[in-house]
């Protein structure tokens, strides 16, 4: 029986869908050398090398290389497939091992694959004193914290006054970032079919004055999450591995983006497997 646990967007990708490839590695000695064997092999094949618009982005290392990758890559995600090698322990985004490499290449210059496309998380700055509209794009999570100190923010849930949050930060991420920083914020573990948002607190004050829900909660498409300053308008954002600062903020704004990105299957990888062989054993 065929395997649907992955939304599967083209079953039959045409030939000669994978002409042009780049690969992005973590650096080290082994990553970079498989780089290269990767490189050498998939040119004698007759791939061309193309870091402008590639067709199929290769990550050597491990998930945090594949945010790399997707985030140089991000103009060009409606086009562009990733597939993730890991050179240390088993990841999320990178599920070929370094062994697996001559089958992985073979795979790619005989061009049967899949492609399945997961959610993002796309989040919105709006300042106080510009019209300027600063917008990321987060494969993992954004998180929003003060510029100093504890972070004080009202947080509307479709324009609607949620609650008043007093703590350390807020942490909204995708579901495959689900079984990253926000599993430590004791987040649930969302399947990448649910096109949704989560937003966990980061250590927030709850006492007789300030309330919040103190749950996870899960957004669907269209429901837009703002998160506004109460007093100091400086916050501290990352996406995935990127941190920013931003400067008198009226709100910052989270949903599920219209953008997804695009991942090439060559043997199916279900999701539940992954979180059992990672966390479990
Ligand atoms: P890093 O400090 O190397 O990453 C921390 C760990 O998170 C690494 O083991 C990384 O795997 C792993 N990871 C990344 N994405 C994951 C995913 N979707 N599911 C499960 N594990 C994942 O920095 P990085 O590699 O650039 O990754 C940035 C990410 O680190 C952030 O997006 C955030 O999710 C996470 N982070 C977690 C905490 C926390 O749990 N307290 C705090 C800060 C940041 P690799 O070793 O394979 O790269
Ligand atoms: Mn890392």
Not at 180 to 187: I, Q
Not at 195 to 212: C, D, K, P, Y
Request: include cysteine; proline fraction near 3%; aromatic fraction near 8%.
């Amino acid at each position: 029986m065929k395997d649907k646990d992955e939304t599967t967007v083209a079953d039959d990708v045409a030939a000669n869908s994978l002409r042009t490839f780049a690969v992005e590695t973590r650096g080290d000695t082994f990553s970079n050398a498989l780089r290269e064997r990767i490189m050498k092999e998939l040119i004698h094949f007759h791939l061309v090398y193309d870091e402008t618009a590639p067709d199929l982005v290769i990550s050597v290392g491990g998930d945090g290389t594949l945010l790399q990758a997707f985030h140089r890559y991000l103009s060009g995600l409606s086009h562009t497939a990733f597939v993730g090698v890991h050179t240390g322990h088993l990841g999320f985004y990178a599920d070929w091992t370094a062994e697996e490499v001559d089958e992985l290449v073979e795979s790619v210059v005989r061009k049967s694959h899949n492609i399945v496309e997961y959610p993002l998380l796309r989040v919105a700055v709006s300042y106080s004193d510009t019209n300027e509209l600063k917008t990321y794009l987060a494969l993992n999570e954004c998180t929003i914290r003060s510029g100093e100190g504890l972070l004080a923010a009202d947080v509307l849930i479709r324009g609607e006054k949620f609650e008043s949050f007093r703590g350390d930060g807020l942490c909204f991420s995708t579901p495959t970032g689900s079984t990253a920083y926000n599993k430590g914020l004791a987040g649930a573990i969302i399947h990448p079919s649910l096109a949704s948002i989560q937003l966990t607190e980061i250590a927030s004050i709850n006492n007789r004055v300030f309330r919040t829900l103190g749950s996870p909660l899960i957004l669907p498409r269209h429901h837009h999450c703002q998160v506004k300053p109460v007093n100091d308008a400086r916050f501290s954002v990352t996406v995935d591995h990127l941190s920013t600062l931003h400067d008198k903020v009226k709100y910052i704004e989270c949903s599920v983006a219209e953008e997804r990105i695009r991942f090439a299957r060559f043997r199916p990888l279900p999701f539940w497997r992954r979180v059992r062989d990672s966390f479990i054993g």
